[in-house]
C-alpha cells in the first residue's frame, strides 16, 4: 500500500470554492544513505502555510501536497512515482526527490507525462543535461560547480599533487571525473583517484602509501564518516593531512556517534580527525541580512522552523535542508501563480486546477515561469541558469576546535575566493604540504677530511722529491749506482703516481668521470711502475745468480726498463679498452633518508656520485689479476734470491717486507669498502690512507736503508781522508814504494766496478764465496 499523505488546508477560512493544485512529492523519510526527508518536509509545511496567509499569491487556489517516501533509493522513486501519476487526483507539478539518484530516476520520464519536477538537493552534474531532463530544475548547485572554487584553493596554496576519493555511485564518478580533467589542464597531479563502495579500509591505506596530503572526498555523510574513521586508524588528518568534503552534510554532521551504524571509533576519535576539514558547498542560509519574499530574514526563519521542527536531533542533523525546502516551496509557488496570470492573459478557457498530463502547453508556461523568476528566499537569490541549475555562490566552511564556520567562499564572476572570519586556519599558522617535500641533495667529500689526506699525500710525495734528489746526487755511490738508480727513479715516480690518486677527487658533477679515469690511471700505472721498478732488479739478481755458466752475464738498465715498460703497456692497453668498449658512466648512489631537524615534513635523500660501467667487473678482475700476478712473481723472486748478500745490490728482504704490508693493507682496504658500503667519509679516508701507508713504506724500506748505508760510507770515507793527509805529511816522497802491476789491476779493476753503472758480476759461487 502506497504512504500517501494529503495535506489539510492550510488557512482554515479559504473559500468553499477554492481550486485545488495537487503537487506529488518524493521525501527520504527513512533508508542508510540519506533520511532527512522529515526535515524537508517541515520546511515545505511552513512555506506553503505563509504562502495560503499572503492575499497576492495563488488567491483562490489551495495546494494539496502528495508526497511518500523513495528512503533514497533509485528504483523505490520511480516506483512511487509511477504509483502516484497513476492515482487520481492529477498532480501539476513534482517536488524532489532529496537523492540525486532518485532525482533522476524520476525526472527522465517524469516529462512525459508534462510535468515539471523541481529538487531542493540534488547535486549530480548528470541532471544538468536538458535533452535527457528538460523539465527539471534544483536549488541544489551541481557538484561540478565546484571544481572552480576547489582549484583555486588548491592553487592559492600552491598545493601541486592531491588526491581524490569517492563513493561508488555516479553522481560522484562524473564530478570526479569532470574534476580530473579540470586538474590536468590546470598542470595539478594526481597521485592516485580511489574509489570505495562500502568500506573504504583498502583505500585510504593506498592514501597513505601514496603519500597522500591534499585529499578531496566525495560521498554521502554516513560514508564519509566512516571514511575519516578509517582515515584517523591510518593516521592521515590534521594537521599534516587536509581533507576537503562536500558541504551539503548536516551541522556538527559528526557528532551523532549513536546513529552511524558500523562506526568503529569514538566520538573522541571523530572530533581529532574533523579538525581542520574544509567543506564547500552552497549557502544554505542567506549571509545577509535581509528580509526575504516570505518577508522574513534567515535567522527569523530558524528560529521559527526549530519551533515547527520540535526534534532537536533532526535540526542538529538535518536541520540545514529546511531552508532549501522553504525556498522551494516558495519557487514552486511563484512558478504557479505566473502561470495562473499568463494563462488568464493568454484567454485560456480552462484553469491550472484542470490541468491534464495532456497539457503539454500549460506544461510550458510552468517551466518557462521558473526560468523567469528571481526573488530572495531564505538560502539568498534565487534564480535558474539555462540548464535549470541555480546560479549561487559557493561558500567554504572549516571545521576549527570542534565547530564549524564559514570562512569564505568563491567568488564565480572575478573567479577567486574570498575569504571572511580570518579565512583558513592553520595549526601553528603553517600551512600543510601536498607533500613530503624531498630534496636530493648530493654529497661530496667533506673539504676537511680532504684537505687531511691531502696533506699527508703531499708529505709523502715530498719524501719522494726527496729521495729522488738523493737518487741522482749520489747516483755514483757504491750502494745507489749497483742498485740501478736509473730504475730507482722510475720507482720514485711510479709512487709519486699512485700519492696523487688522493688528489683525484671530484667537486663538481661534471668533472665526476674525468676525475674518475685520472685515478684509475695513475693508481694502476702508478703500481705498475713502482712493483715493476722493484720486480725487475729482482729480476735481474735472479738471472745473475740463477746463470750456471761460468761466465759473467751483463743485464743493462734499458733491458730493466723495457721490462717495466711492458708492464704499463699490459695496463694501458687494459685501460684503453675499457674506454673504447665501456666506458664509465655516472651512477647515483643513493644513501640512507635523512629527516629535516626542524621540519619531519622534509625528506632529505642523500646521494653521492661513482662511476660505473656494465662490464667494467671484467676489466677490473683483469686489472687485479694482472697485479696479483706480479706480486706473485715478486715474492717468488724475492724468495729466490734471499741467499744472495750483497746489500747494494740485492732487495728482496725490502721487496718481500713491501708485498706484505701491500697485501695486508689491500686486505684491509677491500674489506672496509664493503663494510662502510656508502660512508664516503670512511672509504675515502681509510683507502687513502692505506694508500699513503702502503707508498711510504715502500719508498723508506727501499731507500732509507741506501741512504744509511751512504751516510756511514762518506763517514768512513772522510775518516779515512783526513787519516791520510796526517801520514802523508810525515812521510817524504823518496820513502815512498811504486806500487806493483797486481795492485794496479785491481784498482783498475774496483775502479771500472764502481764507474759502471751496471756491474759486471762474477759466477755464483765466486761471489757467495
Known amino acids: 500500500m502506497v504512504n500517501v499523505v494529503v495535506a489539510v488546508l492550510f488557512v482554515s477560512g479559504l473559500a468553499e470554492s477554492a481550486k485545488i493544485l495537487n503537487i506529488a512529492g518524493f521525501l527520504p523519510m527513512s533508508g542508510t544513505t540519506w533520511n532527512g526527508g522529515k526535515a524537508c518536509l517541515t520546511g515545505i509545511e511552513m512555506a506553503f502555510e505563509h504562502i495560503h496567509a499572503r492575499q497576492d499569491i495563488l488567491v483562490g487556489y489551495e495546494i494539496n501536497f502528495m508526497w511518500d517516501d523513495t528512503k533514497c533509493?533509485?528504483?523505490?522513486?520511480?516506483?512511487?512515482?509511477?504509483?502516484?501519476?497513476?492515482?487520481?487526483?492529477?498532480?501539476?507539478?513534482?517536488?524532489?526527490?532529496?537523492?540525486?539518484?532518485?532525482?533522476?530516476?524520476?525526472?527522465?520520464?517524469?516529462?512525459?507525462?508534462?510535468?515539471?519536477?523541481?529538487?531542493?538537493?540534488?547535486?549530480?552534474?548528470?541532471?544538468?543535461?536538458?535533452?535527457?531532463?528538460?523539465?527539471?530544475?534544483?536549488?541544489?548547485?551541481?557538484?561540478?560547480?565546484?571544481?572552480?572554487?576547489?582549484?583555486?584553493?588548491?592553487?592559492?596554496?600552491?598545493w601541486q599533487r592531491i588526491a581524490t576519493i569517492h563513493e561508488s555511485?555516479?553522481?560522484?564518478?562524473?564530478?570526479?571525473?569532470?574534476?580530473?580533467?579540470?586538474?590536468?589542464?590546470?598542470?595539478?597531479?594526481?597521485?592516485?583517484?580511489e574509489i570505495f563502495k562500502e568500506n573504504p579500509a583498502i583505500q585510504v591505506e593506498n592514501l597513505k602509501r601514496h603519500d597522500a596530503r591534499i585529499i578531496i572526498a566525495s560521498s554521502y555523510q554516513l560514508s564519509a564518516v566512516k571514511l575519516l574513521c578509517e582515515a584517523y586508524r591510518a593516521g592521515l588528518y590534521w594537521p599534516k593531512i587536509v581533507w576537503i568534503l562536500l558541504g551539503w552534510y548536516g551541522e556538527n554532521w559528526w557528532k551523532k556517534t549513536n546513529n552511524f551504524a558500523g562506526i568503529n571509533c569514538t566520538q573522541d576519535q571523530l572530533n581529532a580527525v574533523v579538525e581542520g576539514v574544509i567543506q564547500m558547498g552552497y549557502f544554505f542560509r542567506n549571509p545577509k541580512t535581509e528580509k526575504g519574499l516570505a518577508g522574513i530574514t534567515a535567522t527569523e526563519f530558524d528560529n521559527l522552523y526549530v519551533e515547527k521542527l520540535n526534534d532537536t536531533d533532526t535540526w542538529n542533523s538535518y536541520g540545514f535542508v529546511g531552508g532549501p525546502c522553504y525556498d522551494t516551496a516558495w519557487a514552486v509557488a511563484l512558478a504557479l501563480n505566473t502561470t495562473i496570470q499568463n494563462m488568464t492573459d493568454a484567454g485560456y478557457k480552462k484553469t491550472l486546477d484542470q490541468f491534464t498530463y495532456e497539457d503539454a502547453d500549460i506544461n510550458d508556461l510552468i517551466t518557462n515561469a521558473f526560468f523567469s523568476m528571481s526573488f530572495i528566499g531564505v538560502r539568498g537569490r534565487i534564480m535558474f541558469g539555462a540548464n535549470g541549475d541555480p546560479i549561487v555562490a559557493i561558500k567554504l566552511d572549516q571545521i576549527?576546535?570542534?565547530?564549524?564556520?564559514?570562512?569564505?567562499?568563491?567568488?564565480?564572476?572575478?573567479?577567486?575566493?574570498?575569504?571572511?572570519?580570518?579565512?583558513?586556519?592553520?595549526?601553528?599558522?603553517?600551512?600543510?604540504?601536498?607533500?613530503?617535500?624531498?630534496?636530493?641533495?648530493?654529497?661530496?667529500?667533506?673539504?676537511?677530511?680532504?684537505?687531511?689526506?691531502?696533506?699527508?699525500?703531499?708529505?709523502?710525495?715530498?719524501?719522494?722529491?726527496?729521495?729522488?734528489?738523493?737518487?741522482?746526487?749520489?747516483?755514483?755511490?757504491?750502494?745507489?749506482?749497483?742498485?740501478?738508480?736509473?730504475?730507482?727513479?722510475?720507482?720514485?715516480?711510479?709512487c709519486m703516481l699512485t700519492y696523487c690518486t688522493v688528489f683525484l677527487q671530484s667537486f663538481d658533477k661534471k668533472t665526476v668521470i674525468a676525475f674518475?679515469?685520472?685515478?684509475?690511471?695513475?693508481?694502476?700505472?702508478?703500481?705498475?711502475?713502482?712493483?715493476?721498478?722493484?720486480?725487475?732488479?729482482?729480476?735481474?739478481?735472479?738471472?745473475i745468480f740463477a746463470n750456471k755458466t761460468q761466465q759473467g752475464m751483463k743485464i743493462k738498465d734499458t733491458q730493466l726498463l723495457g721490462l717495466v715498460l711492458g708492464m704499463l703497456l699490459v695496463d694501458t692497453i687494459i685501460l684503453v679498452l675499457q674506454e673504447l668498449i665501456d666506458p664509465m658512466s655516472i651512477r647515483e648512489h643513493q644513501l640512507p633518508t635523512e629527516l629535516h631537524a626542524e621540519d619531519n615534513d622534509v625528506e632529505i635523500h642523500p646521494y653521492f656520485l661513482e662511476c660505473t660501467s656494465r662490464n667494467g667487473f671484467y676489466f677490473e678482475s683483469t686489472l687485479y689479476i694482472i697485479q696479483g700476478v706480479l706480486l706473485a712473481f715478486g715474492s717468488f723472486l724475492a724468495w729466490e734470491t734471499r741467499k744472495v748478500h750483497i746489500d747494494a745490490l740485492n732487495d728482496s728482504y725490502q721487496i718481500g717486507v713491501c708485498i706484505?704490508?701491500?697485501?695486508?693493507?689491500?686486505?684491509?682496504?677491500?674489506?672496509?669498502?664493503?663494510?662502510?658500503?656508502?660512508?664516503?667519509?670512511?672509504?675515502?679516508?681509510?683507502?687513502?690512507?692505506?694508500?699513503?701507508?702502503?707508498?711510504?713504506?715502500?719508498?723508506?724500506?727501499?731507500?732509507?736503508?741506501?741512504?744509511?748505508?751512504?751516510?756511514?760510507?762518506?763517514?768512513?770515507?772522510?775518516?779515512?781522508?783526513?787519516?791520510?793527509?796526517?801520514?802523508?805529511?810525515?812521510?817524504?816522497?823518496?820513502?815512498?814504494?811504486?806500487?806493483?802491476?797486481?795492485?794496479?789491476?785491481?784498482?783498475?779493476?774496483?775502479?771500472?766496478?764502481?764507474?759502471?753503472?751496471?756491474?759486471?758480476?762474477?759466477?755464483?759461487?765466486?761471489?757467495?764465496?
Open 73 to 158: 533509493e533509485p528504483g523505490i522513486a520511480a516506483y512511487k512515482m509511477f504509483q502516484l501519476l497513476n492515482q487520481l487526483p492529477v498532480k501539476c507539478l513534482i517536488i524532489g526527490a532529496g537523492c540525486s539518484t532518485s532525482s533522476a530516476a524520476t525526472a527522465q520520464s517524469s516529462h512525459l507525462w508534462n510535468l515539471t519536477q523541481i529538487s531542493y538537493g540534488s547535486s549530480s552534474p548528470l541532471l544538468s543535461d536538458r535533452k535527457k531532463y528538460p523539465k527539471f530544475f534544483r536549488l541544489a548547485p551541481p557538484d561540478t560547480a565546484l571544481i572552480p572554487a576547489r582549484i583555486a584553493i588548491l592553487k592559492q596554496y600552491n
Open 169 to 193: 555511485f555516479e553522481i560522484f564518478s562524473a564530478v570526479t571525473e569532470e574534476f580530473l580533467r579540470a586538474l590536468k589542464l590546470s598542470n595539478i597531479t594526481v597521485i592516485t583517484a
Open 400 to 494: 576549527w576546535r570542534g565547530d564549524m564556520a564559514t570562512i569564505g567562499l568563491y567568488n564565480w564572476t572575478a573567479d577567486k575566493l574570498e575569504w571572511s572570519n580570518g579565512g583558513l586556519q592553520w595549526e601553528g599558522g603553517i600551512v600543510p604540504k601536498d607533500s613530503t617535500l624531498v630534496i636530493r641533495k648530493i654529497r661530496f667529500l667533506s673539504s676537511r677530511t680532504y684537505i687531511m689526506m691531502c696533506s699527508f699525500a703531499a708529505t709523502g710525495i715530498l719524501l719522494g722529491i726527496c729521495l729522488l734528489l738523493f737518487n741522482i746526487v749520489y747516483r755514483n755511490s757504491k750502494n745507489v749506482k749497483m742498485s740501478s738508480p736509473n730504475i730507482n727513479n722510475l720507482l720514485l715516480i711510479g
Open 516 to 543: 674518475c679515469k685520472a685515478r684509475t690511471y695513475c693508481f694502476c700505472l702508478g703500481f705498475a711502475m713502482s712493483f715493476g721498478s722493484l720486480f725487475s732488479k729482482t729480476w735481474r739478481v735472479y738471472r
Open 660 to 769: 706484505y704490508n701491500v697485501v695486508v693493507l689491500s686486505a684491509l682496504g677491500v674489506a672496509l669498502s664493503f663494510a662502510l658500503d656508502a660512508q664516503v667519509e670512511l672509504i675515502y679516508g681509510f683507502i687513502s690512507g692505506f694508500i699513503i701507508l702502503g707508498t711510504t713504506l715502500t719508498q723508506l724500506i727501499v731507500f732509507v736503508p741506501k741512504v744509511l748505508k751512504t751516510r756511514k760510507d762518506r763517514r768512513v770515507v772522510g775518516a779515512q781522508q783526513m787519516s791520510s793527509e796526517k801520514s802523508g805529511y810525515s812521510m817524504s816522497s823518496s820513502t815512498r814504494k811504486p806500487t806493483n802491476n797486481s795492485t794496479t789491476r785491481t784498482t783498475l779493476t774496483e775502479q771500472a766496478r764502481e764507474s759502471s753503472p751496471l756491474p759486471l758480476l762474477e759466477h755464483p759461487q765466486t761471489v757467495q764465496a
